[in-house]
């Protein structure tokens, strides 16, 4: 059974930084491609990044490159989103996903505001 569990999130300043993370389990994690998404009210879940099963290749959405980055640790089976820089615009529940799968965490949120 593929369990995902995020956290990490929280309320934080314009500008401000957070790390969340994503634990895995029920699937060989190292074979999978690991991403993050987010979504707010009344939005479709969008990707904001991605990252490869073996080679460590990333992908990000135009809104965040250059201010998050996507992380794996394999012996860990866990997945790691660095937020820097955040705008009032990154609030969201921010969900991980291995692909291949349709199982969802209970997604974790991140605020940001004054």
């Known amino acids: 059974q593929v369990q995902l569990v995020e956290s990490g999130g929280g309320l934080v300043q314009p500008g401000g930084s957070l790390t969340l993370s994503c634990a895995a389990s029920?699937?060989?994690?190292?074979?999978?491609?690991m991403r993050w998404y987010r979504q707010t009210a009344g939005k479709e879940r969008e990707l904001v990044a991605l990252i490869s099963n073996t080679s460590g290749n990333t992908h990000y959405a135009v809104a965040v490159k250059g201010r998050f980055t996507i992380s794996r640790d394999n012996d860990k089976n866990t997945v790691y989103l660095q937020m820097n820089s955040l705008k009032s615009e990154d609030t969201a529940i921010y969900y991980c996903?291995?692909?291949?799968?349709?199982?969802w965490g209970q997604g974790t949120q991140v605020t940001v505001s004054s």
């Open positions: 996903n291995a692909a291949g799968f349709g199982a």
């Open positions: 029920g699937f060989t994690f190292g074979s999978a491609m």
